[in-house]
């Protein structure tokens, strides 16, 4: 086998920040004081400043963060349980499992095969009287079509939502995800553009109303101790992640860059017709979370690889509507979707890739045969 080409290595990715994450982990810790403090106090004005909202409200997970925007509209009035949440059918899982787990409805529409994105037009014809929202992934770190669904939800007075758990610090028209909606959740699992050690996430909006209800329904709908307002749960950001969290902030939008030029080199040298390329027409508005590419024979493809030392990854081989968790999708069909599932393959992206590192994972892409070679 030649050269090892990881995935995704985290610890090549912390190496140069090793001994600033020590100091930072280390302070949490001789602070004596673990949740709700003055280190989550700070990342939260950070990563509000750096999203360009008023609020961010520190959550245990990006799962929790859709749900508790969710949980918060019900709770404010806005939205009432089986009312309808249009979400994409192509996407992770946690985006479904929030609507669901808030007594909402998802209601899956097919992406746009291009972006992987939603496609608006699909997005308009779901659109029923119990829709109260829309909530928009931006998938593999592509913002999605936000002037359309803006102006669409707008039109139809629904909420959007951004699930922005692949895309800290993408811009879209001059602004971070983040701020592209009424609310957006993020996730901080340490394998995300901005990632924590643990498992962590966050709320942004500018709603000042939605800030202090999804702060309140994370702390077991307190907002004093011991006086319980609303039928919360406990989700909120520890001081070591948000030590940690302070730290990775300031270097995310250079590590983004770095993700960038690693897919304008793939772009650029990959040359081979039985791979499709996705597109980048604005590429301030991808931030790479993965790079995922099209091949008919995905399992061939990625024992090529697999051979000459290159880590693939599969974002996602099973399509959220045939999960065992959702046996009332069972039924449903989206061909687009499963086509998707069945092709998909993601390349190594990390911002810690070496030049070298991209440049022979493209060589053995391009080496990939287009048709079975028989005779051996
Ligand atoms: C990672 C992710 C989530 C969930 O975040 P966790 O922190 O793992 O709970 C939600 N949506 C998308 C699109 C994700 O990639």
């Not at 700070?42 to 997970?61: K, L, T």
Request: net charge negative; proline share 6%.
């Amino acid at each position: 086998m030649q050269r090892a080409v990881p995935f995704y290595d985290l610890r090549q990715v912390h190496q140069p920040l090793a001994s600033a994450l020590e100091v930072a982990v280390t302070e949490a810790v001789t602070s004596g004081w673990f949740i709700r403090g003055q280190f989550g106090e700070r990342f939260e004005a950070e990563f509000a400043r750096y999203c360009g909202v008023r609020h961010a409200i520190g959550v245990g997970n990006g799962l929790d963060a859709l749900a508790l925007i969710l949980d918060a509209y019900v709770a404010l009035g806005a939205m009432k349980k089986t009312d309808e949440v249009i979400v994409p059918a192509h996407t992770f899982v946690a985006t479904i499992l929030a609507v669901a787990g808030a007594g909402l409805t998802p209601v899956l529409v097919e992406p746009d095969e291009a972006t992987f994105n939603l496609d608006s037009a699909a997005v308009e014809r779901a659109i029923t009287p119990r829709t109260r929202a829309v909530m928009c992934v931006h998938l593999y770190g592509r913002c999605g079509p936000m002037a359309e669904l803006r102006h669409l939800t707008h039109r139809h007075g629904l909420k959007l939502i951004e699930d922005a758990a692949q895309a800290h610090g993408a811009v879209f028209d001059g602004r971070r995800t983040g701020s592209l909606g009424d609310a957006a959740g993020f996730s901080f699992y340490p394998t995300k553009n901005l990632g924590a050690i643990g498992d962590a996430g966050a709320v942004t909006t500018d709603d000042t109303e939605l800030a202090d209800t999804v702060r309140i329904l994370g702390n077991y709908g307190s907002r004093l101790k011991y006086e319980n307002l609303l039928p919360g749960r406990n989700s909120r950001l520890d001081e070591i992640q948000a030590a940690v969290l302070s730290v990775k902030l300031p270097r995310l939008d250079s590590e983004n860059a770095h993700r960038r030029a690693v897919a304008a080199f793939y772009r650029a040298a990959i040359r081979n017709p039985a791979v499709h390329l996705p597109d980048d027409p604005d590429p301030l508005a991808n931030v790479w979370h993965l790079f995922v590419v099209r091949v008919a024979d995905r399992d061939r493809f990625r024992r090529h690889l697999a051979d000459r030392g290159v880590e693939t990854g599969v974002h996602y081989p099973i399509p959220p509507h045939r999960q065992g968790a959702f046996p009332a999708l069972h039924g449903l069909s989206f061909p687009i979707t499963e086509q998707l599932h069945r092709d998909v393959v993601s390349l190594p992206m990390s911002p810690a890739l070496t030049d070298e590192e991209v440049a022979y994972v493209a060589e053995q892409v391009n080496r990939y045969p287009n048709q079975p070679q028989g005779g051996f």
